[in-house]
């Protein structure tokens, strides 16, 4: 099993909907004019509705949701105690939760994000299979890299020949195949606005040709898994890569996990043609449009933050993958998975970080020859918790929210070991084979912050995940001094 679990099977609604019933707002500063703010409902069986949490600057003019605010949200500031979380505090209280989780084969650090002390660490130098959480590194590469409200734009042009146009894909993978039906991207363009804007142009189309020359011709990366594609009947992680998508390829739209058709670029050229009224319009891949040639239609993607948000909140593999491509064309590499790698890597080094260990197949995690150490992605979160960019910060604001979004939003359960942590902690999980990881931040019991990256290798999921849940959701109450 290579994909995330427990699975967000449905399209998510926005973030804003689920800021509802809030009765308090803790506000953590952290120095460099940087605020981290944890929403909290006052209802615990309603955590799975009531619960965000954001990181903003309370002084600026609209930086609380005013939606929020309308609910009569009290604003609480919270000051970290005088006592600073130690080693020692922290190694105490975790002693048992990690003992549950087989230390030999137990990988993580926990990091003060407020004084970046590490307070734990237990070979977190070692490169490990990061799975999923490589998404943080290509998170904070596109966070760096690209301008959170850019877009990404596809069109149709004028063929070479009469009834020909040509559907010329700029990279966007969450175009929906029709206008109105559920997706895994909400808000997302669709097949229909590109129809309607070239039947408008008195058009009548007798062929579809594809230009997918906006990124390179490697479809599959190295530790990929074709049987990952799925089918019809089977799950799916990956497809083939292609700047032309409907639906990120999924035969079920609305599922996170569906099957994905394995040929997108034919797929949404199809979606194309039933969207013009003719299932049966002739179909070309493999063209090279003009130039010059006259733009019929074109549609916009949702903004590259969204597109983020919504790659980590689910674990989209093929979402992060497309964002990797972009960032590998914003910093001058080739749009292939080595391009995108080393645009990753670049970006991760210019912000100080050290990629010692690290190797990279892919920018989602999905292969097997991906290598990480632990460290790493802890000082990216740190990075991003403490940071004065606020297009960094929103690394952390976008991954999911124990108990209550994306691939945690059946964990972290009441009545649980990790019941504490429901609202409180985000991470970023990640699963593949025997390989389980989470990395995230969590407030301890006086309000600092601790940065966390735990990996553990050859082992049963259904008792790993809880297990190493527990040893998070310890230092939601933990002061660890």
């Not at 109105?180 to 606005?193: F, I, K, V």
């Not at 996170?256 to 199809?270: C, I, V, Y």
């Not at 070309?284 to 909140?313: C, F, M, N, R, Y």
Request: overall charge negative; charged content about 15%; proline content about 5%.
């Amino acid at each position: 099993m290579r994909r995330d679990l427990p699975l967000a099977t449905n399209r998510s609604g926005s973030r804003r909907g689920l800021i509802i019933g809030l009765v308090l707002v803790l506000v953590v500063a952290l120095g460099a004019g940087a605020y981290f703010v944890f929403f909290r409902s006052s209802g615990e069986a309603d955590v799975a509705n009531s619960t965000s949490t954001t990181s903003v600057n309370p002084n600026e003019n609209g930086a609380i949701d005013p939606l929020v605010l309308a609910k009569g949200v009290q604003i609480t500031p919270v000051t970290p105690g005088p006592a600073a979380p130690s080693a020692a505090g922290v190694g105490a209280a975790l002693a048992g939760p990690i003992g549950a989780l087989a230390p030999a084969q137990f990988n993580g650090i926990i990091i003060d994000a407020a004084t970046d002390t590490t307070l734990l660490d237990t070979n977190a130098a070692a490169p490990q299979i990061p799975a999923s959480t490589a998404k943080l590194l290509t998170g904070a590469a596109v966070l760096t890299s690209l301008e959170p409200q850019a877009v990404l734009t596809t069109k149709v042009v004028q063929g070479s020949a009469p009834g020909a146009i040509v559907l010329v894909g700029g990279g966007d993978v969450t175009l929906s195949a029709r206008k109105g039906q559920e997706t895994m991207y909400p808000g997302a363009a669709s097949m229909t606005d590109l129809a309607t804007q070239i039947k408008a142009a008195g058009i009548t189309v007798t062929k579809i040709e594809t230009d997918t020359t906006r990124w390179g011709s490697d479809e599959l990366a190295e530790g990929w898994l074709a049987a990952d594609i799925g089918d019809a009947s089977n799950p799916g992680d990956i497809t083939h890569m292609s700047p032309i998508m409907v639906d990120g390829d999924r035969i079920k739209s609305g599922i996170n996990h569906s099957g994905r058709t394995g040929d997108p670029t034919n797929a949404a050229a199809k979606a194309l043609a039933v969207a013009l009224g003719n299932p049966a319009i002739a179909i070309t891949t493999g063209i090279t449009a003009d130039p010059s040639a006259a733009v019929l239609a074109s549609v916009t993607s949702q903004p590259i933050s969204v597109l983020l948000a919504q790659a980590l909140e689910n674990s989209d593999n093929i979402l992060a993958e497309a964002l990797g491509r972009e960032v590998a064309i914003k910093e001058g590499a080739p749009a292939t998975f080595g391009g995108a790698v080393s645009a990753i890597t670049l970006k991760l080094q210019q912000l100080g970080l050290d990629t010692a260990g690290m190797v990279l197949a892919d920018a989602s995690g999905i292969s097997n020859s991906d290598r990480v150490p632990p460290r790493l992605l802890a000082q990216v979160l740190a990075l991003a918790v403490k940071s004065g960019d606020t297009n960094l910060r929103d690394l952390v604001v976008g991954i999911p929210i124990a108990g209550a979004t994306g691939t945690l939003s059946d964990r972290f359960k009441a009545g649980t070991a990790s019941e504490a942590a429901r609202g409180w902690l985000r991470a970023k999980t990640g699963s593949l084979n025997a390989t389980y990881a989470l990395a995230g931040v969590v407030p301890g019991a006086d309000g600092r912050i601790f940065v966390f990256a735990f990996s553990v290798n050859n082992v049963n999921g259904e008792t790993t995940r809880p297990a190493m849940d527990a040893v998070a959701a310890t230092l939601r109450g933990c002061g660890c001094a």
